[in-house]
């Protein structure tokens, strides 16, 4: 029994020594750390472990004297950016000891498993405008240093199309590298990798992708295409070279036909196919054998139309003969379009005639526009616009009734002049019409009865 009750007695001072020694430890590291950062403390990223605060500052101030950040680039390029040229700055206000007192709220016991007692700081602080300046010194962001990314091309080669690769080039994005960098910095991190944080602007189309395979048989499809305009002394052919030239892409490889150029194409066939205006031999009445141009009639190509019917063809790779489609024709296509149906005006003789499939139907003598004021009629080939019973022809100074109205050049045109005695002559001269051609009423009549809209109306001198 003795001998327990000293046993016992033994460990009870043995305990309390340690107690006592616990003490003794945790008061000395109480007290070391109320003026020193824990173990394993960071601030900015950059370890203070165990440093007072004033240690922690010229830490701090050293490590941004020193600071270099690496960016690595494709091409197994580098470049760096210092510290200085960014003005690095601790950031903290109230420096290491303020982040000190705020570390001081948790038991140095505690940080032991409370991680976030021992990252400390927001991060250095970084001159903006020294930042731009050293970032628009990157030969990343040089346009003199910079390969441009270019997405795949498809090219027309001798012998068809072909693919040109894409080029990846080494332009960086403003968007992504600039905060990157400055995230970096004020955190303490010392490399960067260009490639990793994905700061490259990439081509968005490339030789393997879908757009390029299917644009390309697009492509060879169209130049498949073949269109002949065969005319009087010669023909025009649209295929591979002038539809590879009109075949143009946008950025997105989509095929763009250039209407503007097909349109110039198809102005091109005007002076084969395109009669109105033009000057046509033409025997008169009398017999003469006169040249006779200006006015509306004739045949004009619907340039619209036929751009649209060409761009269509292309697409679809068709082969074939082709007639230009008209917005007005002719009675008969060639140089001499006129064909047998029509009226005929001598304004020198006063005197008009009206021929049907080759036939004189009706002729007479009529009266043409005042020449002493202005108003003579216009010579020139004409198609009739229309026909109508009992119109009002209205003018500034006149509005008068007539049985028949046959305009062929705008407010201009044919009808009865019943208030007229006589035609003929060299009335026009002096007493003629406001432009129009006034007829005898059974000439109009005639002429009416027989005539219909588009037939061509020829005045000559």
Known sequence: MPILQKISKKNKIIALAAFLTAIIIYLS??????????????????????????????????????????????????EQITGAELGLS?????????????????????????????????????????LKA??????????????????????????GYEVVQEVYGNKA???????????????GIKE??????KCYINPTITADSDKVKDTKKLLEKYITARITYNYEGGSEVVDAPEIVEWAELDGDLNI?????????????????????GKARTFQTSTGNVIEVGGGDYGWKINASGEVAHLVEAIQNGTTED??????????VQGENDLGSTYVEINITAQHMWYYKNGSLVVEGDVVTGNVSKGNGTPGGIYKLKYKERNATLDGQDYSTPVAYWMPFNNNIGIHDATWRTEFGKDIYLTAGSHGCVNSPYE???????????????????
């Open 173 to 187: 994005s403003y968007d992504i590298l600039y905060p990157a960098i400055k995230n970096a910095a004020a955190n």
């Open 29 to 78: 590291f109480y007290v070391f750390f109320r003026s020193h950062f824990y173990f394993g403390t960071e601030i900015n990223g950059v370890s203070v472990s165990g440093m007072t605060a004033e240690e922690a500052d010229s830490e701090l101030a050293a490590f941004a004297s020193a600071y270099s950040l690496v960016l690595n680039e494709r091409g197994d390029m580098t």
């Open 443 to 461: 000439l109009a009549q005639t002429i009416y009865e027989n005539i219909s809209a588009g037939v061509p109306v020829i005045v000559y001198y």
């Open 256 to 276: 763009v036909l250039n209407q503007t150029e097909i349109k110039s194409f198809v102005n091109s066939l005007a002076p084969h196919y395109n009669t109105v």
């Open 322 to 331: 082709r007639t230009p489609s008209y917005s007005q024709k002719g009675a």
């Open 192 to 197: 960067l990798d260009l490639e990793g944080i």
């Open 90 to 130: 601790m950031g903290a206000e109230g420096g290491s000891d303020a982040l000190k007192q705020e570390q001081n709220k948790t038991c140095f016991v505690k940080s032991l498993f409370i991680r976030d007692s021992l990252k400390l700081g927001t991060g250095f602080n970084v001159d903006e405008s020294l």
């Open 134 to 159: 050293a970032y628009s010194k990157l030969s990343c962001v040089d346009s003199a240093k910079v390969t441009e990314p270019q997405n795949a091309k498809i090219v027309y080669g001798g012998s």
